[in-house]
C-alpha cells in the first residue's frame, strides 16, 4: 500500500453548546460589539482546529468557517453583493453580510435553498451587471491565522467555480462561460495569492460533479482546471467531490489536478466501480471519503478497512487521504452529554468529534503497524450490542414492513366514485375554504409546554390548557365561516418530534444539533429501532374539536417521507423499509382517527420532494417507495372518508405525475410567492383531484387584501376545475400572530364569498 494520511473536510461551525449560534444573535441582537463577536467566533474557530490536531488529524481544513454561510463568503469575498443593497466600497462591512443573508430596511435578502440533497440551505449567489474582484482572500486569511495562532499547516477549503455557478442564479445559458471568464482570473489571484504564502493544498469543493454532466459542462471544466494549472502550477489542488458518485470518472482523472476526493459512502458502488474499470492515475493523491459524514452511527471499522485496503489496492501506488464522506458540517458536534439515551444506543453513536477518532484509527490500522488500534475493540463490542438491541428486531414489525413492499396500497374505490360519496356526505359548498393545520404558537402557548415538561404543572393542567385553546379557536374559525375546520396542533412542537415522541422505535439527543441555515439549527429525531404504533397520539385533541362543532374537523397528522428525511435513520435497514414502517404505524392512527369520528385526515408531506436523489435517474425508485409509504397510511379508510395532503413547495411540474398518485382527495400547496409560474404549469397539466393553491403568503406578517386574492383565485380557476378547487392559506399558521392571522383568514373568507357569487 501506498502512504495512508488522515484528513477532514470541514467541521461544524456551531459548537458544542451552539455558542455560534448564540454569539451572533447576541450581536443582531446589539448585545455584543462587532468586535466581540469577532473575538468570540475566533476563538470557536482556533478551538476546532486545535481539537483535529489534537486527535491526530493530519490534513485540517481551513476556510471553512464562517459567520453565516460558506457560499455567501465566497460569493462576498468575489464582490458578488446584489445591486439593491448599492454597495459601493472596497471593503464588505459585516452589517452587508449578514443583509445580503437576512434582508434590512433597504433591500430584501437574497433567496436561500436546499444544499445539494442535504438538510443545509446556503444563500443563492446573485450574479448581477456588476464585475466581480477580490474584495477578501478568505481561505488566505484562514491559512495564516491557524499557520500564526497555532502552528497548524491548514488545508485551505475553497467552493469550486464550477459548482458556484451551478448555484448561482441571474445567470443564462449563454453567459456561464462570460462569467468563468470574470471569475476565472479571480480564482488565479486567490490561488497564486495562497502559492505565495506558502500554501501546498488547496481543498477545492466541486460536489455538483456528482449531478449528471453535460457535454459543455466537461467543457467549461476543463477550461476552468487547465487555466488554473497553467497559472498556479505550483499549488496542487484537490478536487473534492461529495454526496454520490462522480459522473464521467474517466474526465475527471484527466484534469491537470493534483488529487481526487471521492465520496465511498454515499457514492459508494458507482465509485469502486469506476475505479475497478479505470484505475486511478499515478502520482496523484485520492481522497476516499470512507467515514459517513451524513448520519451520526459508529462505523463498522472492520468492513470501512476491508473498504479501504480494496481501494487502495484499486488505486495503486498512490497516497491515500482517510476523511469523511463529506464535510461534518452535516452531523451534530459531540456525543459526551448524551446521558439521556440508553448505554447501548449512545455507544453505537458517533458525532463529529467521534467520527475524527474514526478517521485516525482506521488510518493507524491501515498503516499497519501490526497492532490493531484499541478502537476497533471497542468499535466490535458497541456494534453487537446495538445489533442485539431486541428493538431493532421486532418480527412482526419486520414482515408487516415487507409485505406493505410487495401488497398494493389502493383506497377501495377510484376518486371520481369517492368524490360522488364524498360530496353526498359532506355537502361542502363551491370552493370550500380551509386551512393547513396550526394556528399561531403564541409566547404562552410555549411557555405552558415548558411548564408541563419542567413538571411545574400536572399533565391534566396543560390538557385542560390545550383545550382551552382548542375551544378559542373553534370558535374562531366558526366565526370567519371556515368550511373545514382544523384543531390547530397548539399540543405540538415540532411537526417530526411530535410524532417520534409517541411512536416506538424513535430516539431523542439533547444536544444533537445540525445547522440548518444560518444561525437556525435542528435537532432530527434519531430513528434507531423498528418503528411501530403504540396508542393513538391525535385522537384525543382531534376528536374533543370535533365534539364542539358541526362542521368537519380535519385530522392532522406527519406523513411517513417527510418523518424519514427530517431524522436520522438507522443504517442497518434500507429506507424504504423503515418508510414502510413509519407508514403502517400511522396508518393506525388514521384508522384510529376515522373510528373516532374524525372523516377528513391531512397527512402532510411537505418534505417528499427534499429527499428525490441528485441524479435523475434515481429519481423514479424513490419516488415509487415514497408514493406507496403514502397509500399505505391512506389507502385503508372509507371512500367518504376524505385524504387531504400538504405539500409547502411550488416547484411541482417535475413530479405531477407522482404527486397524483398519491390519490390524495385533496392537496393544498404552497404557491403563493411564485404564483405565476404554478398556475402556468397547470396549463399544460391540469389535475384532476381536489387541489387547493395556497392563496395568500403566511411568511409575512402583511394581511392579504381581499382583492388580490380574488384575483388570484380568478386566474386559478382558469386552469383547475372550479369543481375541485378549495382556498387556503399557504401553510401553516404557528409562526404568526392571532390578530393578523384572523385578519388574513377574514379576507380570504370574503374573497372566497366573492369569487362564489361572480361565478
Ligand atoms: N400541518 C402543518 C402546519 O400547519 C404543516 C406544516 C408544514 O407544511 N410544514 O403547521
Ligand atoms: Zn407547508
Not at 431493532?392 to 414489525?397: N, P, Q
Request: hydrophobic share 40%; proline share 5%; glycine share 8%.
Amino acid at each position: 500500500m501506498g502512504n495512508i494520511v488522515s484528513g477532514n473536510l470541514g467541521y461544524p461551525r456551531i459548537g458544542g453548546q451552539r455558542e455560534w449560534k448564540k454569539h451572533i444573535e447576541a450581536y443582531w441582537a446589539g448585545k455584543i460589539t462587532e468586535l466581540e463577536l469577532h473575538d468570540r467566533l475566533t476563538e470557536i474557530r482556533l478551538g476546532h482546529l486545535r481539537l483535529q490536531r489534537d486527535r491526530g488529524i493530519d490534513v485540517i481544513p481551513v476556510g471553512d468557517f464562517t459567520y453565516y454561510d460558506h457560499v455567501l463568503d465566497t460569493a462576498t469575498m468575489f464582490g458578488l453583493v446584489p445591486e439593491r443593497f448599492h454597495w459601493n466600497s472596497d471593503k464588505l462591512p459585516l452589517d452587508l453580510y449578514f443583509a445580503i443573508a437576512r434582508g434590512n430596511d433597504l433591500a430584501t435578502a437574497s433567496e436561500m435553498t436546499k444544499w445539494f440533497n442535504t438538510n443545509y440551505h446556503y444563500i443563492v449567489p446573485e450574479l448581477g451587471r456588476r464585475d466581480p474582484r477580490v474584495v477578501v482572500n478568505r481561505p488566505l486569511m484562514a491559512y495564516l491565522e491557524a499557520q500564526q495562532e497555532l502552528g497548524v499547516e491548514g488545508r485551505p477549503v475553497m467552493l469550486g467555480l464550477f459548482t458556484l455557478l451551478k448555484l448561482s442564479k441571474g445567470e443564462t445559458a449563454g453567459q456561464v462561460d462570460d462569467w468563468i471568464e470574470k471569475l476565472l482570473p479571480l480564482y488565479v489571484q486567490v490561488l497564486r495569492e495562497l502559492e505565495a504564502a506558502g500554501v501546498v493544498w488547496v481543498q477545492m469543493d466541486e460536489p455538483a460533479l456528482v449531478v449528471s454532466l453535460t457535454e459543455e459542462d466537461v467543457r467549461r471544466l476543463g477550461l476552468i482546471y487547465w487555466t488554473i494549472a497553467r497559472e498556479v502550477p505550483g499549488l496542487r489542488i484537490m478536487l473534492q467531490t461529495y454526496f454520490d458518485a462522480v459522473e464521467r470518472y474517466d474526465t475527471l482523472v484527466e484534469l491537470p489536478v493534483q488529487g481526487l476526493g471521492l465520496d465511498f459512502v454515499h457514492g459508494r458502488d458507482g465509485n469502486l466501480e469506476a475505479l475497478r474499470r479505470n484505475g486511478f492515475p499515478a502520482g496523484k493523491t485520492l481522497g476516499a471519503g470512507l467515514i459517513d459524514g451524513r448520519n451520526i452511527w459508529r462505523a463498522d471499522l472492520d468492513e470501512t478497512l476491508s473498504l479501504l485496503k480494496e481501494i487502495s489496492v484499486l488505486a495503486g501506488e498512490t497516497e491515500l487521504i482517510v476523511q469523511p464522506s463529506c464535510s461534518l458540517l452535516h452531523v451534530p458536534v459531540s456525543v459526551a452529554g448524551e446521558e439521556r439515551l440508553s448505554l447501548v444506543l449512545r455507544e453505537a453513536l458517533a458525532f463529529a468529534e467521534q467520527k475524527l477518532e474514526e478517521l485516525t484509527s482506521l488510518c493507524e490500522a491501515a498503516s499497519g503497524e501490526g497492532l490493531e488500534p484499541a478502537r476497533f475493540t471497542e468499535n466490535r463490542r458497541a456494534l453487537a450490542a446495538l445489533a442485539a438491541d431486541p428493538a431493532r428486531s421486532r418480527v412482526a414489525v419486520r414482515e408487516a414492513a415487507a409485505q406493505a413492499a410487495v401488497a398494493p396500497a389502493e383506497r377501495a374505490s377510484e376518486f371520481a366514485q369517492r368524490r360522488l360519496k364524498q360530496q353526498a356526505k359532506w355537502l361542502l359548498p363551491f370552493l370550500p375554504t380551509t386551512t393547513i393545520g396550526s394556528f399561531p404558537q403564541t409566547a404562552e402557548v410555549r411557555a405552558a409546554r415548558q411548564k408541563w415538561r419542567k413538571g411545574e404543572w400536572s399533565p391534566e393542567k396543560y390538557e385542560e390548557f390545550i383545550r382551552e385553546e382548542i375551544r378559542k379557536w373553534v370558535e374562531i374559525q366558526e366565526k370567519l365561516g371556515l368550511d373545514v375546520l382544523v384543531h390547530g396542533e397548539f399540543e405540538r412542537t415540532d411537526m417530526v418530534e411530535f410524532f417520534g415522541e409517541k411512536l416506538p422505535g424513535f430516539a431523542f439527543t439533547l444536544g444533537g444539533w445540525v445547522q440548518s441555515y444560518g444561525t437556525r439549527c435542528v435537532k432530527p429525531p434519531v430513528i434507531y429501532g423498528d418503528v411501530e404504533f403504540a396508542e393513538p397520539m391525535t385522537v384525543n385533541e382531534t376528536a374533543y374539536a370535533q365534539s364542539l362543532t358541526a362542521k368537519p374537523v380535519k385530522g392532522m397528522l406527519t406523513g411517513p417521507i417527510t418523518i424519514l428525511n427530517w431524522s436520522f435513520v438507522r443504517s442497518d435497514l434500507s429506507r424504504e423499509q423503515v418508510a414502510y414502517q413509519i407508514a403502517l404505524a400511522l396508518r393506525k392512527e388514521v384508522e384510529a382517527l376515522e373510528q373516532a369520528g374524525i372523516g377528513m385526515i391531512q397527512v402532510d408531506e411537505p418534505a417528499l420532494r427534499e429527499g428525490l436523489p441528485l441524479k435523475r435517474k434515481d429519481w423514479s425508485n424513490y419516488l415509487d417507495w415514497a408514493v406507496k409509504a403514502f397509500r399505505v397510511t391512506t389507502s385503508s379508510v372509507l371512500d367518504t372518508t376524505q385524504i387531504h395532503t400538504h405539500m409547502c413547495y411550488c416547484e411541482f411540474e417535475d413530479i405531477l405525475e407522482e404527486i397524483r398518485a398519491l390519490d390524495a382527495d385533496v392537496i393544498s400547496i404552497e404557491t403563493s410567492r411564485s404564483h405565476g409560474e404554478l398556475i402556468h404549469s397547470f396549463e399544460k397539466q391540469t389535475y384532476p383531484l381536489g387541489i387547493g393553491l395556497g392563496v395568500y403568503d403566511i411568511h409575512s406578517p402583511r394581511v392579504p387584501t381581499k382583492a388580490e386574492m380574488v384575483s388570484m383565485i380568478e386566474r386559478a380557476l382558469q386552469v383547475l376545475d372550479p369543481g375541485l378547487f378549495w382556498i387556503n392559506p399557504d401553510c401553516g399558521l404557528k409562526t404568526r400572530g392571532q390578530k393578523e392571522t384572523v385578519a388574513s383568514l377574514r379576507q380570504m373568507t370574503a374573497a372566497a364569498e366573492q369569487v362564489r357569487k361572480n361565478y
